[in-house]
C-alpha cells in the first residue's frame, strides 16, 4: 500500500506561487491527483496526471494557473501554483490509484490511496 506524503504548503500573499509536492513511499504506475478541501466546503477536484505525464486535465478554476507533473524516477507528484487567489485557500490532498490506471475522471472515489494534505492559505 503506497503511503503519500504532500509538503510545500504555506501561507503567501494574492499573486504568488508556490509549488506542492507529494512523495509515494513506493512506485506508482497509476494515475494521481491533487485534491482541495476548503473549511465547510466539500473535497474538490483540482488536477490529475496519468503515469505517463501525457494525460493531465484540470479544474476549470485553475487551468492555466496550475500545473501538475510527475517525476517516476523519485517517486513524486508536484503542484506548481502560481497567480494565487484567495479562494485557493484550502488544505491540499494528493491521491493515487492502485490499479495502473487514470480515467481523468474528477470524482474522489476514483482514488485509493490518500495522503493527510498541506495547507495552502492566500490573503489579500
Known amino acids: 500500500q503506497a503511503q503519500l506524503v504532500e509538503s510545500g504548503g504555506g501561507s503567501v500573499q494574492a499573486g504568488a506561487s508556490l509549488r506542492l509536492s507529494c512523495a509515494a513511499s513506493?512506485?506508482?504506475?497509476?494515475?494521481m491527483g491533487w485534491f482541495r478541501q476548503a473549511p465547510g466546503k466539500e473535497r474538490e477536484f483540482v488536477a490529475g496526471?496519468?503515469?505517463?505525464?501525457?494525460?493531465?486535465d484540470y479544474a476549470d478554476s485553475v487551468k492555466g494557473r496550475f500545473t501538475i507533473s510527475r517525476d517516476n524516477a523519485k517517486n513524486t507528484m508536484y503542484l506548481q501554483m502560481a497567480s494565487l487567489k484567495t479562494e485557493d485557500t484550502a488544505r491540499y490532498y494528493c491521491?493515487?490509484?492502485?490499479?495502473?490506471?487514470?480515467?481523468?475522471?474528477?470524482?474522489?472515489?476514483?482514488?485509493?490511496?490518500w495522503g493527510q494534505g498541506t495547507q495552502v492559505t492566500v490573503s489579500s
Open positions: 491521491a493515487a490509484r492502485r490499479d495502473g490506471y487514470y480515467s481523468g475522471s474528477p470524482d474522489s472515489t476514483s482514488y485509493h490511496y
Open positions: 513506493a512506485r506508482t504506475s497509476s494515475g
Open positions: 496526471i496519468d503515469w505517463s505525464g501525457g494525460q493531465r
